[in-house]
């Protein structure tokens, strides 16, 4: 009995010579286009504003909500590039402002400047001024754990009771602070470890000074470290600066300004830190 002789099975690389995903491209590489492709596709764009906007009418729960943002981030997109392509109302240069009277040589062939440029440009200025105001010479920090800032105390006879806390770092305890009587005290800050003046490096005089602090503005970590006024590495203070003489435009002495801690207190002994001006 012979047996039929099957042809060789061709190479898997010669089975397909496009990918699989790419059938339309192949049709069209060889049997072109309809004629009026491109109007059947530019009438498609023009009905899709409606199509979408009916979809948007009908659907409803999270799909609508989901549909809206959707649309919402589209359309914020699209207004930004419209307004990056529109021209700008304000002339930079203004040729119809023409100064009163006499002008010297040398001013002839100046452009005068609008009205718009010196709005717009005292409106950037005054911005530039309120983003450096809080501007500090440490930006970022490293927030401090609770289990690093307290140590648990236990209390009771059966020292069963683990609520007390003691503050591990140095802290800011004002003059007028009373202390709670020690079996109601919850956050216990050591007479050790509190301070009351600090290190203050003025940036633009290149001195430092031995200044009273007044309170803790803000300790980045947390906001029960501020109030309890326990100072860590970047927490802006507030310090006593009517020794230095500084005065304000209109002629006052400044009392008090704020500071920025630049080092690890609880390890240096000492707080220092840079003013803020």
């Given at each position: 009995?012979?047996?039929?002789?099957?042809?060789?099975?061709?190479?898997?690389?010669?089975?397909?010579?496009?990918?699989?995903?790419?059938h339309?491209?192949?049709?069209?590489?060889?049997?072109?286009?309809?004629?009026?492709?491109?109007?059947?596709?530019?009438?498609?764009e023009?009905?899709?504003?409606h199509?979408?906007?009916?979809?948007?009418?009908?659907?409803?729960?999270?799909?609508?909500?989901?549909?809206?943002e959707?649309?919402?981030?589209?359309?914020?997109?699209?207004?930004?590039t419209?307004?990056?392509?529109?021209?700008?109302?304000?002339?930079?240069?203004?040729?119809?402002?023409?100064?009163?009277?006499?002008?010297?040589?040398?001013l002839?062939?100046?452009?005068?400047?609008?009205?718009?440029?010196?709005?717009?440009?005292?409106?950037?200025?005054?911005?530039?001024e309120?983003?450096?105001?809080?501007?500090?010479?440490?930006?970022?920090?490293?927030?401090?754990?609770?289990?690093?800032?307290?140590?648990?105390?236990?209390?009771?006879?059966?020292?069963?009771?683990?609520w007390?806390?003691?503050v591990t770092?140095v802290?800011?305890?004002?003059?007028n602070?009373?202390?709670?009587?020690?079996?109601?005290?919850?956050?216990?800050?050591p007479?050790?470890?509190?301070?009351?003046?600090?290190?203050?490096?003025?940036?633009?005089?290149?001195?430092?000074f031995?200044?009273?602090?007044?309170?803790?503005?803000?300790?980045?970590?947390?906001?029960?470290?501020?109030?309890?006024?326990?100072?860590?590495?970047?927490?802006?203070?507030?310090?006593?600066?009517?020794d230095?003489?500084?005065?304000?435009?209109?002629?006052?002495?400044?009392?008090?300004?704020?500071?920025?801690?630049?080092?690890?207190?609880?390890?240096?002994?000492c707080?220092?830190?840079?003013?803020l001006?």
């Amino acid at each position: 009995m012979s047996h039929l002789a099957l042809p060789p099975f061709p190479h898997p690389a010669k089975l397909r010579t496009t990918p699989q995903h790419e059938h339309m491209e192949r049709h069209r590489k060889l049997h072109g286009r309809r004629m009026d492709a491109e109007e059947r596709e530019r009438k498609k764009e023009a009905r899709s504003v409606h199509k979408k906007a009916q979809f948007a009418q009908k659907v409803t729960g999270i799909r609508a909500k989901l549909y809206n943002e959707k649309r919402f981030k589209e359309k914020a997109a699209m207004r930004k590039t419209i307004a990056e392509h529109n021209e700008r109302g304000n002339k930079h240069a203004n040729d119809d402002a023409v100064a009163d009277g006499a002008v010297p040589a040398y001013l002839l062939d100046r452009e005068g400047v609008s009205r718009a440029k010196v709005l717009s440009n005292t409106v950037k200025q005054k911005r530039k001024e309120k983003a450096g105001k809080w501007d500090v010479p440490i930006p970022k920090v490293k927030p401090v754990a609770d289990d690093e800032m307290f140590k648990v105390l236990k209390t009771g006879t059966k020292r069963n009771k683990a609520w007390k806390r003691m503050v591990t770092k140095v802290t800011f305890v004002g003059d007028n602070y009373t202390r709670k009587a020690p079996k109601y005290e919850r956050f216990i800050r050591p007479t050790g470890l509190r301070f009351k003046k600090a290190h203050i490096t003025h940036p633009e005089l290149k001195a430092t000074f031995h200044l009273d602090i007044i309170g803790v503005k803000k300790n980045p970590s947390s906001t029960l470290y501020t109030n309890l006024g326990v100072i860590t590495k970047g927490t802006v203070i507030e310090v006593n600066v009517s020794d230095l003489g500084l005065v304000t435009t209109s002629g006052k002495v400044v009392w008090g300004k704020f500071a920025q801690v630049t080092n690890n207190p609880e390890l240096d002994g000492c707080i220092n830190g840079v003013l803020l001006v």
